[in-house]
């Protein structure tokens, strides 16, 4: 059962500058948390408890944040302030950590590249550090991919896509359906397209922060040349794999597992103001 994540959060965060000038967009917080321990408990949720964070320059917070204080327990302890202490509760969530640093941010299929060494010769998961799924309760998505997965031998990787406006696809990947696998929105992949033009393509599927990945796809991001901005694009290692031959399902969301994806201030307030509707104070 794959129960390993790496969990990219080594980007810039140039979007929300200047709130990420010196903390790290994936610890900013929305309601009571940081959006990377929605992540994590989303994860853990669905059985994936072994925890590597790409993480970079300025990100050390993040380890921090998910390192056990226990200086903090005994004073909370000591003072019987129960409520403050099951706020902690995560720390000690049965999960592993580790962290390894993208000394160059060039882009998120480099950040994965990163990994190599470490994900060896096993399937794994990708969870991006800045983007929420589930608001009143968990999403279950990565769960269903990774049983998906496993129960067909003959695939590369599973990437969740979520259904957008159709003035919205030029802001996200867009996946093009293949032949359908299962009416609950299981099909195969046929194409990626970045930020299409709004009319260019038929479908409104986007690609939702999620993947399931074979460690082939190490071999695709190691000989994808970088993009006009000097990024090596997960999402072109995938177009690759494709390319090649090599088969891709994609699993969608379901209506309940809202996505909230910190791109920009825009989404960033409208995750702040749905999950602090839904906060205990
Ligand atoms: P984004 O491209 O959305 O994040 O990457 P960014 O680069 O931080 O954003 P802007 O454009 O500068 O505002 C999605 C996820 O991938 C990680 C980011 O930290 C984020 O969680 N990422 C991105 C990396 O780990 N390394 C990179 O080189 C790029």
Do not use: W
């Amino acid at each position: 059962m794959i129960n390993f994540a790496l969990i990219p959060v080594a980007g810039r965060g140039t979007s929300l500058l200047p709130l990420t000038k010196s903390q790290p967009k994936e610890m900013l917080p929305v309601a009571d948390k940081p959006i990377v321990q929605y992540v994590v408990e989303e994860l853990i949720t669905c059985g994936v408890n072994r925890l590597l964070f790409i993480t970079g320059n300025g990100k050390t917070a993040i380890e921090n944040h998910f390192d056990i204080n226990p200086e903090l327990i005994e004073y909370l302890r000591l003072h019987g302030r129960e409520d403050e202490l099951a706020e902690l509760a995560f720390e000690r969530e049965a999960a592993e950590y580790c962290y390894m640093r993208q000394r160059y941010q060039l882009g998120l299929g480099h950040a994965v590249l990163c990994a190599a060494p470490f994900v060896g010769k096993q399937s794994f998961v990708v969870a991006l550090g800045d983007t929420i799924l589930g608001l009143k309760q968990r999403s279950m998505i990565v769960q269903r991919m990774i049983t998906l997965y496993e129960n067909c031998q003959h695939i590369d990787g599973i990437i969740a896509v979520d259904n957008v406006l159709p003035y919205e696809i030029d802001r996200y990947g867009i996946a093009i359906q293949g032949r359908t696998i299962d009416a609950d929105g299981t099909f195969e992949l046929k194409d990626l397209i970045e930020k299409p033009a709004v009319g260019s393509v038929q479908s409104c599927l986007a690609v939702a922060a999620r993947y399931v990945f074979s460690p082939l796809i190490f071999d695709y991001i190691k000989d994808t040349p970088p993009d006009e901005n000097g990024d090596i694009q997960l999402t072109d290692a995938i177009r690759r794999m494709l390319a090649n031959g090599r088969k891709f399902y994609g699993v969608t969301m379901n209506q309940s597992e809202r996505r909230y994806d910190i791109g920009s201030f825009e989404s960033y307030f409208k995750a702040f103001a749905d999950f602090a509707a839904i906060a205990k104070v």
